[in-house]
């Protein structure tokens, strides 16, 4: 049974950082794309940033580009995201997803088949 387990979430004043870690288990992801999406109470699901499975290319949406790096463990099935200069409009609660999406869908959430349960971020002062 494949399962996704996100951790590091938390509450953190403007400008500070958080790491969130997401293991996988049930089979191995090394050939999979990994990414992180985010949702916030009434939104849809948008694309933070993620690997692109096969050539590990890496992508961002612009608006955490700079501030994010997203990086991964193969031989843990773990990915990380690395968030700095953190703004309170990225407060959401964060979800590690993985697939095999098309160049095309690489943003898509619904191109993802394998979700964690999310770990909630929160950035106020």
């Known amino acids: 049974q494949v399962q996704l387990a996100e951790s590091g979430g938390g509450l953190v004043q403007p400008g500070g950082s958080l790491r969130l870690s997401c293991v996988a288990s049930?089979?191995?992801?090394?050939?999979?794309?990994m990414g992180w999406f985010r949702q916030t109470p009434g939104a849809e699901r948008e694309f933070v940033a993620g690997f692109r499975w096969k050539t590990y290319n890496t992508y961002y949406d612009d608006s955490v580009k700079g501030r994010f790096t997203i990086s991964r463990d193969n031989a843990n099935n773990m990915v990380y995201l690395q968030m700095n200069s953190l703004k309170p409009e990225d407060t959401a609660v964060y979800y590690c997803?993985?697939?095999?999406?098309?160049?095309?869908?690489?943003?898509?959430?619904?191109?993802?088949?394998?979700w964690g349960q999310g770990t909630q971020v929160t950035v106020s002062s």
């Open positions: 049930g089979r191995t992801f090394s050939d999979y794309s």
């Open positions: 997803a993985v697939g095999r999406p098309i160049l095309s869908a690489q943003r898509l959430a619904s191109a993802y088949v394998y």
